[in-house]
């Protein structure tokens, strides 16, 4: 079975293993988060299988609750949810998975795109009808900042050729295992 190297990750693989377990949601009380918890941040909690194949992701860039100790606990609830096939995570499945959080920083605003590196920056956009979309930093295929804003410009369904035209917000991730 999967052992997280890290409290964030051990976290959100321990919220799976119980509410696939019980249908429940353990938490412990607020006086009783640590400090790095209780900060206001956004999250995506990642499962992938022993193979290192990404099963499903669940969360986004901006923070639905006030502590990421809750932010990772409902994002974990997610992640067992809803997968790719629509099937949440099984009992017989747990010895299969491994969990992954990442930890998003404070976006900003885009100001010097050329100073931007798709490895270590994520982008954020809002389109037409209001919803945030994001791409993450580092994705396998993208290794220009080009590359990364046609990425994004594509799944926020945005036409617009000039890119110095464009909002965009940057944000970087960090990763616990």
């Known amino acids: 079975m999967f052992e997280p190297k890290t ?4 976290i959100a693989f321990d919220a799976i293993l119980f509410f696939v377990s019980t249908d429940q949601i353990n938490k412990i009380s607020n006086e009783k988060i640590p400090a790095d918890l209780k ?19 669940y969360g986004g ?10 932010e ?3 994002n974990a609830i997610g992640a067992a949810k809803k997968g790719k096939t629509g099937e949440s995570i099984k009992s ?15 976006p900003h605003k885009a100001e ?3 100073e931007l590196k798709p490895q270590k920056h994520g982008l954020l956009i809002q389109n037409a ?3 945030i979309k994001f791409i993450m930093p580092n994705l396998k295929g993208i290794n220009t900042i080009d590359q990364q804003i046609e990425q994004l410009k594509k799944e926020a369904g945005i036409t617009e050729k000039d890119n110095s035209k464009l909002d965009l917000w940057v944000f970087k ?4 295992d």
């Open 7 to 10: 409290n964030y990750a051990k």
């Open 39 to 57: 900060l206001n941040r956004a999250c995506l909690v990642l499962v992938y299988d022993l193979n290192d194949n990404l099963l499903r992701t």
């Open 61 to 70: 860039v901006n923070p639905k609750n006030d502590f990421l100790y809750d």
């Open 72 to 74: 990772i606990i409902e």
């Open 92 to 106: 017989n499945q747990l010895n299969q998975i491994k969990v992954f959080v990442e930890v998003f920083s404070v």
């Open 112 to 114: 010097d795109l050329s």
């Open 129 to 131: 009808s209001g919803e």
């Open 173 to 176: 991730t960090t990763r616990y």
